[in-house]
């Protein structure tokens, strides 16, 4: 899941060096959290929210299919 948000997120921005991906493992959730360069912040997140919600419904769906949840925190 990790891989798959730091993809998606490097397609994204212009610094693409500069994406930073983490994830926290639980039991059932693991959390990634997604940074990025404060001038990417605006690409990642979308007008309204757009892309930062169509990530995190990707994460979703390859999440269920592995059987666990995930939930994608986007870091300032």
Same mark, same amino acid.
């Not at 979308?46 to 929210?49: A, D, I, L």
């Not at 930062?52 to 990530?55: D, I, L, N, Q, T």
């Given at each position: 899941?990790?891989?798959?948000?730091?993809y998606i997120a490097k397609s994204l921005v212009d610094s693409p060096d500069e994406v930073?991906?983490?994830e926290v %493992? @639980?039991?059932r959730t693991s959390v990634i959290?997604?940074?990025v360069a404060k001038e990417d912040l605006g690409k990642v997140i979308?007008? %309204? @929210?757009r892309t930062?919600?169509?990530?995190r419904?990707?994460?979703s769906a390859a999440s269920?299919?592995?059987r666990k949840r995930s939930v994608l925190e986007i870091i300032e």
């Open positions: 899941m990790k891989s798959l948000i730091e930073v991906v983490s %493992q @639980g039991e959290e997604l940074k979308g007008k %309204q @929210g930062a919600r169509a990530m419904t990707i994460l269920t299919k592995i």
